[in-house]
């Protein structure tokens, strides 16, 4: 497991004013993904400008299950570092946080988080264990707009029409018409968990059946969709080449070249394109993954990652007060000008610029209209089994049918609920 996380040390000021004796070094442990490592990087700094005997090492993990295991493994150890950053929602419930982590609702800056996050981040007592590290988002496609354009393409109000678009795209460029990346596993389960707006607008009783085991992704005709759609787009052979071998920075990279027309992906890659690609940026758009109903158009919604304290932590005043600084305006502002923002903050008092990228701007449309967003099932529900990102991949690489991947996944799910101690399993 060690060899899995890379150490690095993003701040060692070396004021004259400060002895080394007095200075103190947090670590920071976070995902690779580049736009992680650039917002911490640009947090961290703020803050030991503002606090120069603060200093920071930053620890990199993968992502996906390999990523959950090292923060599962290090917490039931006693490893962890001083500050981490980790899923909101339901995955948050299997770290069993009560036990494991810092309550952080004494934090000075608080007040200033919203309740429409603190509710992903909490437990039944009213302990809040979290502070967002980014904006909410949107999970859905992005697409390469030049292309679009290109082709006199419209942007799908139904799948059936986003069907239609892949096959003009298959049959007239030399785009791949779906970018898949499969060897970085968790990208895999985006076109079934981005379908949930559309499971919600057919069944709004869903999650709550769900949660109390009166209803299944198997026997659910709507929440069975999402499975059935990442199985059509396989058989039809829309996919990159090499896609069990490319990575999520693979992806964003065909979507903003136009090597791909469409991405399904989560909003908080927008700054990574930025990063990797920032000639590219205004070619790459968002749209909501259609469902079948092209009145029920709608978003499914995210809520970022964020930054959690271990209860062992042996720094916790100092790593409190470190959370509640990115709980301010001034924190909003540095994540914008190191990564550019992605969609609201969850911050009071935070806005975004007027001259955010192309895809942010595609976005917020859906979240200016009531009934236009849902929450993910996984902030409805503490429900998610762990098995879904690879029986994903065996449904995008025809391996395993819509329907036999919806059964497993129920059965995985009931092994959870049970671990949860959920009533009615």
Same mark, same amino acid.
């Given at each position: 497991?060690?060899?899995?996380?890379?150490k /690095?040390t993003?701040?060692a000021?070396?004021?004259s004013?400060v002895?080394?004796a007095?200075? &103190?070094?947090l670590?920071?442990?976070?995902?690779?993904?580049?736009?992680t &490592?650039?917002?911490?990087q640009?947090l961290?700094l703020?803050y030991?400008?503002?606090?120069?005997? &603060?200093?920071f090492e930053?620890e990199?993990?993968?992502?996906g %299950?390999?990523?959950?295991n090292?923060v599962? *493994?290090?917490? %039931? +150890?006693?490893?962890?570092?001083d500050v981490f950053? @980790?899923?909101?929602?339901?995955?948050?419930q299997?770290?069993?946080p009560?036990?494991?982590?810092?309550?952080i609702?004494d934090?000075?800056?608080?007040?200033?988080i919203?309740?429409s #996050? *603190?509710s992903?981040?909490?437990? $039944?007592k009213?302990?809040v264990?979290a502070?967002?590290a980014?904006?909410?988002?949107?999970g859905?496609i992005l697409?390469?707009k030049?292309? @679009?354009k290109?082709l006199?393409?419209?942007v799908?109000m139904t799948?059936?029409?986003?069907?239609?678009?892949?096959a =003009? =795209?298959?049959a007239?460029?030399? %785009?791949?018409?779906?970018?898949?990346?499969?060897?970085?596993?968790w990208?895999?389960?985006?076109?079934v968990?981005?379908?949930y707006?559309n499971?919600?607008?057919?069944?709004?009783?869903?999650a709550?059946?769900?949660?109390?085991?009166?209803?299944?992704?198997?026997?659910t005709?709507?929440?069975?969709?999402?499975?059935? $759609?990442?199985q059509? &787009?396989?058989e039809a052979g829309?996919?990159n080449?090499?896609?069990?071998?490319?990575t999520?920075?693979?992806g964003l990279?065909?979507v903003a +070249?136009?090597?791909?027309?469409?991405?399904?992906?989560?909003?908080f890659a927008?700054p990574?394109i930025n990063?990797?690609t920032?000639d590219q940026?205004n070619?790459?758009?968002?749209f909501?993954?259609?469902g079948?109903?092209?009145?029920?158009?709608?978003?499914?919604?995210?809520?970022p990652?964020?930054?959690?304290?271990p209860k062992e932590?042996?720094? $916790?005043?100092?790593?409190?007060d470190?959370?509640?600084?990115v709980?301010?305006?001034?924190?909003?502002?540095?994540?914008?000008?190191?990564i550019?923002?992605?969609?609201p903050y969850l911050?009071k008092g935070?806005?975004l610029?007027?001259n955010?990228?192309?895809?942010?701007k595609?976005?917020?449309?859906y #979240?200016?209209?009531?009934g236009? *967003? %849902?929450?993910?099932?996984?902030?409805?529900?503490?429900i998610k089994?762990p098995? /879904?990102?690879q029986l +994903?991949?065996?449904?995008?690489s025809? =391996?395993?049918?819509?329907?036999?991947a919806?059964?497993l996944?129920?059965?995985?799910v009931? $092994?959870?609920?049970?671990?949860l101690n959920l009533?009615n399993w």
């Amino acid at each position: 497991m060690k060899d899995l996380v890379k150490k /690095l040390t993003v701040i060692a000021f070396a004021f004259s004013a400060v002895s080394a004796a007095s200075a &103190v070094e947090l670590s920071i442990l976070i995902d690779n993904n580049p736009d992680t &490592v650039a917002l911490t990087q640009a947090l961290t700094l703020a803050y030991s400008k503002k606090h120069p005997d &603060v200093k920071f090492e930053m620890e990199l993990r993968p992502g996906g %299950a390999e990523g959950d295991n090292i923060v599962k *493994t290090r917490l %039931a +150890t006693g490893e962890m570092a001083d500050v981490f950053i @980790y899923n909101s929602g339901s995955l948050l419930q299997a770290l069993r946080p009560s036990r494991t982590l810092e309550p952080i609702n004494d934090i000075a800056n608080f007040s200033n988080i919203l309740s429409s #996050f *603190t509710s992903t981040v909490s437990d $039944k007592k009213g302990n809040v264990y979290a502070v967002p590290a980014q904006t909410a988002m949107g999970g859905g496609i992005l697409y390469n707009k030049r292309l @679009y354009k290109e082709l006199g393409l419209k942007v799908p109000m139904t799948w059936k029409e986003f069907m239609a678009n892949c096959a =003009i =795209i298959a049959a007239k460029s030399k %785009a791949a018409p779906i970018a898949q990346t499969y060897r970085d596993s968790w990208t895999s389960q985006l076109i079934v968990l981005a379908d949930y707006y559309n499971v919600q607008s057919e069944q709004p009783n869903f999650a709550d059946d769900y949660t109390n085991n009166k209803a299944k992704f198997a026997t659910t005709p709507s929440a069975l969709r999402g499975f059935e $759609k990442l199985q059509q &787009v396989s058989e039809a052979g829309y996919f990159n080449d090499y896609y069990g071998a490319a990575t999520y920075n693979d992806g964003l990279n065909m979507v903003a +070249t136009g090597k791909a027309a469409h991405y399904p992906m989560l909003t908080f890659a927008i700054p990574a394109i930025n990063i990797n690609t920032p000639d590219q940026i205004n070619d790459v758009g968002f749209f909501a993954q259609p469902g079948d109903d092209a009145s029920k158009n709608g978003l499914t919604v995210w809520m970022p990652n964020a930054f959690y304290l271990p209860k062992e932590g042996d720094h $916790k005043d100092i790593a409190k007060d470190f959370l509640s600084y990115v709980a301010t305006v001034d924190a909003c502002n540095t994540i914008t000008n190191a990564i550019g923002a992605n969609g609201p903050y969850l911050i009071k008092g935070c806005t975004l610029p007027d001259n955010v990228f192309p895809a942010v701007k595609d976005m917020l449309p859906y #979240f200016q209209v009531e009934g236009r *967003t %849902a929450p993910a099932l996984e902030f409805l529900s503490p429900i998610k089994g762990p098995m /879904l990102e690879q029986l +994903t991949v065996e449904v995008g690489s025809s =391996i395993r049918t819509a329907k036999s991947a919806a059964e497993l996944y129920d059965q995985d799910v009931e $092994k959870q609920a049970k671990q949860l101690n959920l009533p009615n399993w």
